[in-house]
């Protein structure tokens, strides 16, 4: 008998759950005792690589496997399940070698058509003459510096060659995975000698005494490129995991070499990643969650960000990860933390007890212990009604001491009116004289009045106050990780400096400016989180599809984006490999037609085959919401309203905006897209014209979240003017 092990492979993952069944049977035979007799592991007749074999799946499918030799014991590469003759003609022209340039595993074809051939041409071999086209070649590489690199030479050829990136990379299919990677990589600007240094790296040199299979396993277990298509099982509940992903759970198994050194890596203090939308910055994330606990399994990690729906939608990605991984939502145990922003500063505050009451004293100047209630939204506006008759006409706004007190006042922990006048104000576009100052303060000593009359703390006064109760009791994780960084406020980051001690892994933060959709911008390291040389950018796209992208980035255009390590957020750069339609940019004449477009719009969709469940309605606010729900449910088409609970399975779904960030679906219409509807309230920040370039930049971000959200088909419509926010033009499509 004789137990084997399997390498998977990314080539080959069937959409069909059925076949996926009888493939988990027949590996999990295989890995018992390759001789079974069902299994039927059988070389082929002439095959191109002495190792292919082929086994039986069922009557009418066949396995197709690569057996290697693991010091005595056998390893299959295993490629897939084919209907029968198709799996032994596969079985019989692939092969399965070390590219000798940089050691990255690789799987050919052989013996294919001409046209589709992936065989390094000859050196020297005579290249067709094409007639002279002048456009700009979009890779600014030669072919001798891809080849360089390893990459084939037909494909260099043409990828040097190329005056479109889609041609760049319908060409890229036929090749080994990798070499995609590579170009997308170069097309999203990353700069040539570091991915040269990068496959470098990963390179083993090939051994004299020429045991390839050892070369091959070493690759698959080492070699972060060969990893992003090949995975090596250590025990049956990972090979169930991977062979039920499928395609849509690609990302549990198979990252991107860049994707995994995130995971893996170590850094000795806080980490910034940033990333467009749809990059896989929360997938990272969730990896390295995991990573990090599995280490060190009495570790404390915390996984959080700024919604409770954000964070249960990312519970379930880590359980889907790897179920054996204890998920909480308390702090304090070993395990992996998942939990809301704001429900953690309450969990904190909860476990301090009467002990709180000191911190409260050193954030609003009074000590109490009553904390549990949250201030009213009316708060701040009753404050100024009661208190704020001095102040200047244009500072008796909530919005102006909502950011105030946000910016300024918690976060120099003042509780008197001295040392309002004292403070610093820098970046706060309104200057206030001592006189402004003292009415001002007048308001705030009656709102913090107010709510402790009421027992009530509002979110940001939470989360300070439970910062300051952990500075002074000490951290509560070992590791913390944070998804959609850009929309926490100052208090929320000196909260989760506090969280973790400083040393290695302590903090890891996730960010995209452009799509701060609650928040200011903010400086980390005013915050204690100093990532000045510990930060990158993903650029690879793997939602979106390359139409739907460009209709995005357009709407990015036109903002003044800066990051939180004070860079300017550049969106240029950004790419997908996904291909779809155009999107579509719809006016109607009134909004009663816009909504007839709009079921019309549903009702193509489901027709089509898609899953009522993977299509959403993305409106500007809840009035919209239940309007558009109501008039479609009128118009024939069943449709459910999300609100702050989970989004109801089984229908199309309409919800905000805002309630949309950080979910994923297949089409998606953007409803009610008018100049009247987006961008708006920033007239609310009129006091300050920062604060209201701000607030319009929040508003362009928010459409940028809504329309990266389809993972195929987009469509906008709007009656009306429409908004300004859009691109002039519809797309053009790529050549
Ligand atoms: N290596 C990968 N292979 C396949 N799919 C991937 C990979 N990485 C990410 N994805 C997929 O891409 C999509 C976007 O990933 P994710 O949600 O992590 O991105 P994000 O950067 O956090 O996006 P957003 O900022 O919009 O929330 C998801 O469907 C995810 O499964």
Redesign the pocket.
Same mark, same amino acid.
């Given at each position: 008998m004789a137990e084997s092990t399997v390498i998977l492979t990314k080539r080959g993952r069937n959409a069909d759950p059925s076949i996926r069944k009888l493939e988990m049977a027949f590996l999990d035979k295989l890995t018992t005792d390759d001789a079974l007799p069902g299994l039927h592991i059988e070389p082929i007749n002439n095959s191109a690589d002495p190792r292919a074999r082929t086994g039986r799946v069922n009557d009418n499918y066949r396995a197709v496997l690569f057996r290697l030799n693991e010091n005595g014991s056998p390893a299959y590469v295993y490629c897939g399940a084919y209907p029968h003759d198709e799996g032994t003609a596969l079985a019989q022209r692939m092969t399965l070698n070390v590219n000798p340039l940089n050691g990255i595993l690789e799987i050919r074809e052989t013996e294919i058509a001409p046209s589709r051939r992936s065989f390094v041409a000859p050196q020297g071999s005579p290249q067709p003459k094409a007639p002279v086209d002048d456009r700009p070649r979009v890779l600014g590489h030669t072919e001798a510096e891809l080849t360089q690199l390893g990459i084939d030479a037909e494909l260099a050829a043409i990828a040097a060659d190329a005056t479109s990136e889609d041609k760049i990379l319908s060409a890229a299919e036929i090749h080994p995975d990798w070499q995609q990677n590579v170009l997308l990589d170069l097309l999203t600007g990353v700069p040539f000698d570091e991915i040269a240094t990068r496959l470098k790296a990963g390179a083993t040199p090939a051994d004299p005494e020429g045991d390839e299979d050892a070369r091959i396993i070493k690759a698959v277990k080492t070699n972060p490129e060969t990893q /992003?298509s090949f995975t090596y099982i250590d025990n049956n509940d990972e090979l169930r995991q991977a062979v039920e992903a499928g395609d849509? &759970? /690609?990302?549990r198994?198979? *990252?991107?070499p860049t %994707?995994r050194r995130l995971v893996v890596a170590d850094y000795k203090g806080p980490y910034r990643l940033a #990333? &467009? /939308? &749809?990059? #896989?910055?929360?997938?990272? *994330?969730?990896h390295r969650a995991r990573r990090l606990w599995r280490a060190d399994e009495s570790r404390r990690v915390l996984l959080t960000t700024f919604t409770t729906n954000l964070a249960e939608g990312i519970a379930e %990605?880590l359980a889907l990860l790897d179920s054996g991984v204890p998920i909480t939502d308390q702090p304090g145990q070993s395990g992996v933390c998942v939990v809301g922003i704001d429900a953690l500063a309450a969990r904190v505050l909860k476990q301090a007890g009467a002990g709180i009451a000191e911190d409260v004293e050193a954030v609003l100047g009074h000590a109490r212990a009553e904390v549990a209630r949250r201030t009213s939204n009316q708060a701040w506006q009753d404050a100024i009604d009661s208190a704020g008759t001095d102040l200047q006409a244009d500072l008796r706004r909530a919005e102006f001491f909502a950011s105030e007190y946000a910016a300024v006042i918690l976060p120099n922990r003042i509780t008197d009116e001295r040392g309002y006048l004292r403070v610093r104000r820098p970046g706060r576009g309104v200057r206030l004289a001592k006189a402004a100052r003292q009415a001002v303060w007048r308001v705030v000593q009656a709102y913090r009045t107010a709510s402790r009359v009421d027992g009530a703390i509002d979110f940001t006064e939470a989360a300070l106050i439970a910062a300051t109760h952990l500075q002074r009791t000490g951290a509560l994780f070992d590791h913390v990780l944070v998804?959609?960084a850009q929309d926490l406020g100052p208090a929320h980051l000196l909260f989760v400096r506090a969280l973790a001690a400083e040393g290695p892994n302590d903090v890891f933060l /996730?960010e995209?400016a452009h %799509?701060r959709i609650y928040g200011a911008r903010i400086v980390l390291s005013h915050y204690g989180l100093q990532v000045r040389g510990r930060s990158s950018r *993903?650029k690879l796209?793997?939602?979106t599809t390359a139409q739907n992208l460009r209709l995005a980035q357009q709407i990015l255009e036109g903002g003044d984006w800066v990051d939180g390590d004070e860079g300017t957020e550049d969106h240029s750069g950004y790419r997908s490999a996904r291909q779809g339609p155009e999107p579509t940019l719809a006016e109607s004449e009134s909004l009663t037609v816009e909504l007839d477009r709009a079921a019309h719009i549903v009702k193509a969709w489901l027709a089509d085959g898609a899953k009522p469940e993977t299509i959403a309605i993305l409106v500007r606010d809840h009035r919209d919401r239940d309007r558009v729900t109501t008039a479609l449910s009128e118009r024939g088409v069943k449709v459910r309203a999300a609100g702050g609970d989970r989004i109801p399975a089984g229908a199309p779904v309409v919800m905000t905006m805002h309630r949309a960030? #950080?979910?994923?679906f297949s089409r998606v219409l953007l409803f009610g897209i008018s100049e009247a509807s987006i961008p708006k309230s920033h007239n609310a920040y009129a006091f300050d014209p920062d604060a209201q370039a701000e607030a319009v930049l929040r508003e362009r971000a928010l459409l940028y979240?809504a329309a990266?959200?389809a993972?195929d088909a987009l469509a906008v419509s709007w009656s009306g003017a429409a908004s300004s926010l859009l691109p002039n033009n519809s797309p053009s499509p790529q050549d």
């Open positions: /992003a849509f &759970g /690609a990302w198994v198979w *990252l991107h %994707q #990333g &467009g /939308a &749809g990059t #896989g910055k929360t997938v990272v *994330l969730v %990605q998804d959609e /996730a995209d %799509q *993903l796209n793997y939602r960030k #950080g979910t994923e979240v990266t959200r993972r």
